[in-house]
Structure formats: structure tokens, C-alpha cells
């Protein structure tokens, strides 16, 4: 079993993010513009604050890669981080003098991880803790995954992702066969038809205007996945449980579903189990007359694109503040401003495709993996020639 794994570190103000992939086979090829095109799409996104005016994310890949070509040895990449120009003395490694400005926070923000980050590690300045609880460190998370994503290229996966509500206006329902993802990519909010994309900016508009912030719910889609990936036999191994352990990774995600799981509860049984038919024209030799399960049955893969649905909450950090408290004199205050989004759901699909990337290449190696491209390649071959024993008669 070919074990992938990778770490990320880094402060939202500090030099730079690093990551450090592992368990990428030899023999993909790889460059810096395709990783640099992925976290281009992160940065997008209506109702976005300042910071993505400053930074223009690129990885440089700094081991692993050769003329192009993975070498199956750790892939480090470095995401440099442009507004450290304007922090060089605050987020300076070295101790500096009383005179410099160290950018104190003792304001808690509600709804943030600043209160009890502050009290788990006895910080008095807040700044210890959002500095890496910021959502700058998904940056990371998308380079790391874009290495991902190619490997599943290579095996005819795909991810996409939509905004499928933002507040309370909900988009209207379309298949996710019948999407048309150039349309998605082509708005700023991530929309699936014209209606919802004037709909969604308008609720934007007036949560700017209201100086509150407004999330939603965003779709990740993979398309090509085989049946089998994860497994029943644990519940750690269980691939909707790996996947939503994923999701709610996410800055400021409080609820993930899996196919219409939340839906299913008020509809009998008999019209939420995924019917299966004989189909010889399926590689699987069969397939569901639905989806309703999201593609992932008994916690393995069933061959059916894997859907999930992932809510995201309002933004912490408002332009009006809430009343909180100091941490450190347990004064009455305003919470702290610090320059944010007003609405994080278009910029979030992106790091959803990535979570999702990560855990299916996590599950494809574990079932596939080789120390080589083409090692991978003939296991998967096989595996997938194998399904023609069943389903004969």
C-alpha cells in the first residue's frame, strides 16, 4: 500500500507557505503553470476582500520534480507571500525591539478561533493564533492538491464544484449531468445559470451594505471515480467519513452531506435506494437508475460521480463589529476588523475540489499504488478488467 500524505506550514502574514507532498509516483508529469493555474481559481470569487488585490498565488517547486517529470521522492513547493512586505517587523522571526509595531490583537473576534486557541495555548496576543488559523493557509491546501488532481487526471477523474445557495437564495436545480462547468467557471460567483449568478450578487450586495457577511452552500462533484475506493471493514477507512472529515477541515465549514443525505430523511425508504440494473455496456457491468446516495455506498465507491454538499458559514470578521470582550483586561469592546471577505462561498469551491482531490488520491493509492506511473497504471488496469467476471449469468 503506497502511503500519500503532506503538511503545510506557514502564518497568513509571515515569508511564505510551505508544502511538502509525499507518495506521488515516479513518472507524472508536472509543472509549476498547472499548479499556478489551480490556485489562480482560489483567488477569484464576488464579495472578495483586499488581500487577493495583493497576492497573485504561485508555487515554485523547490524537489521532486525533474525536467519536468516527478521523481517519486518528496515534492516540496513554496508559495511566497507578497504582503509580507508590510509585516517584515511584526511577523519578524526574530525578537525586535519595544518600538516596533508587533500588530497586538487582544479584541476577540466571536465565531473565530481566536478565543479558544488564546486559551489553549496562553497566548495574550490573538495574533499567535489567526495568523494560522487564517483561510491564507488553504492556498497550501490547493498546491498540495494540485498535485493530486493530476495524478487523477491520469486515470480519467475529474473535479468540479458550483455554489449552489448563497444566504438564502438557492440556485435553481440542474443535474449535475446536464451543468455546464465553463458557465460555473465563468462566474464570480460560481453560479450554474444566469438567474442564481444575478440572485447570489445581489444577496452580496446587500450583506456589504448591512456591513455583515453572508455564506452558503457549495457542490463538489467528482466525475470517473471507480467503485471500491475506501472500505467497510473500518470505520476509519469508510471514504464519506474520510470526505467529510475533509470538508469540515475547511475554514469555516459547519456541515457537510453526502449525496442528498439530508433530504433522504423525509422521503421513504423506497425512493432513496439507488436501484441497480444489469448494464453490459458499464465497465462495472451494472449501474444505479439514481444517485441518491452521492456515489459512495457502505463507505467504498460505487462507480457513481461522488457529490457532496458543503455549508459554510458567514464570515466572522465583520465591517460593524460585535460586541466582545478583551482577552486579557476582560473589558467590554467591539471585536477586531481585520480586513476579510463578505462572502467566502465562490472562493471556497475551489478548496473543496481540493479536499476532494486529496482524499481520492489518498484512496487511489492505497488501492492502486505503485512506486511508478505505470506500476499504478497496470494495477488499475487490472482491477478494473477484473469486474467482467461478474454479471455474465
Request: glycine share 10%; proline share 4%; net charge negative.
Amino acid at each position: 500500500m503506497t502511503t500519500f500524505r503532506y503538511l503545510t506550514a506557514g502564518e497568513s502574514h509571515g515569508p511564505g507557505l510551505t508544502v511538502i507532498v509525499e507518495g506521488i509516483p515516479a513518472g507524472l508529469e508536472l509543472t509549476e503553470e498547472y499548479i499556478e493555474k489551480q490556485m489562480a481559481r482560489r483567488q477569484k470569487g464576488y464579495g472578495s476582500g483586499g488581500r487577493m488585490k495583493i497576492e497573485k498565488d504561485r508555487a515554485d517547486i523547490r524537489s521532486g520534480v525533474r525536467h519536468g517529470i516527478t521523481l517519486g521522492s518528496p515534492i516540496a513547493l513554496w508559495i511566497e507571500n507578497l504582503d509580507f512586505a508590510n509585516w517584515t517587523e511584526a511577523m519578524s522571526i526574530a525578537p525586535v525591539g519595544e518600538e516596533v509595531d508587533k500588530k497586538v490583537h487582544t479584541k476577540v473576534v466571536p465565531g473565530h478561533a481566536d478565543f479558544p486557541g488564546a486559551l489553549k495555548y496562553v497566548q495574550h496576543d490573538l495574533r499567535n493564533v489567526l495568523e494560522r488559523a487564517s483561510a491564507r493557509e488553504t492556498a497550501a491546501r490547493v498546491a498540495a492538491a494540485s498535485l493530486a488532481r493530476r495524478l487523477l487526471e491520469e486515470f480519467g477523474i475529474s473535479i468540479h464544484s458550483r455554489t449552489v445557495a448563497t444566504g438564502a437564495e438557492e440556485g435553481r436545480t440542474i443535474a449535475i449531468e446536464d451543468v455546464d462547468w465553463d458557465v460555473v467557471e465563468a462566474s464570480d460567483v460560481r453560479a450554474s445559470d444566469p438567474d442564481a449568478d444575478a440572485r447570489f450578487k445581489a444577496a452580496i450586495d446587500r450583506a456589504k451594505e448591512d456591513r455583515t457577511t453572508v455564506g452558503g452552500v457549495f457542490e463538489v462533484v467528482a466525475f470517473g471515480a471507480p467503485v471500491g475506493l475506501g472500505s467497510h471493514v473500518q470505520w476509519d477507512r469508510k471514504l464519506d467519513a474520510r470526505l467529510a472529515r475533509a470538508m469540515m477541515s475547511i475554514n469555516a465549514v459547519k456541515g457537510v452531506e453526502i449525496g442528498t443525505g439530508f433530504a433522504n430523511t423525509r422521503r421513504p425508504g423506497r425512493e432513496v435506494q439507488d436501484v441497480i440494473v444489469p448494464d453490459p455496456s458499464d465497465p462495472r457491468r451494472f449501474r444505479q437508475t439514481s444517485n441518491h446516495a452521492g456515489g459512495i455506498e457502505g463507505g467504498m465507491s460505487n462507480g457513481q460521480p461522488i457529490i457532496t454538499n458543503v455549508a459554510i458559514k458567514p464570515i466572522a470578521t465583520m465591517t460593524k463589529p460585535l460586541p466582545s470582550v478583551d482577552i486579557n483586561t476582560g473589558e467590554v469592546v467591539e471585536a477586531a476588523y481585520n480586513r476579510s471577505d463578505i462572502c467566502q462561498v465562490a472562493r471556497a469551491c475551489p478548496i473543496g475540489e481540493a479536499m476532494m482531490a486529496l482524499v481520492l488520491v489518498e484512496a487511489m493509492l492505497e488501492k492502486f499504488g505503485g512506486d511508478s506511473l505505470g506500476e499504478m497504471s497496470r494495477n488499475y488496469t487490472g482491477y478494473i478488467e477484473s469486474h467482467q467476471e461478474f454479471g455474465r449469468g
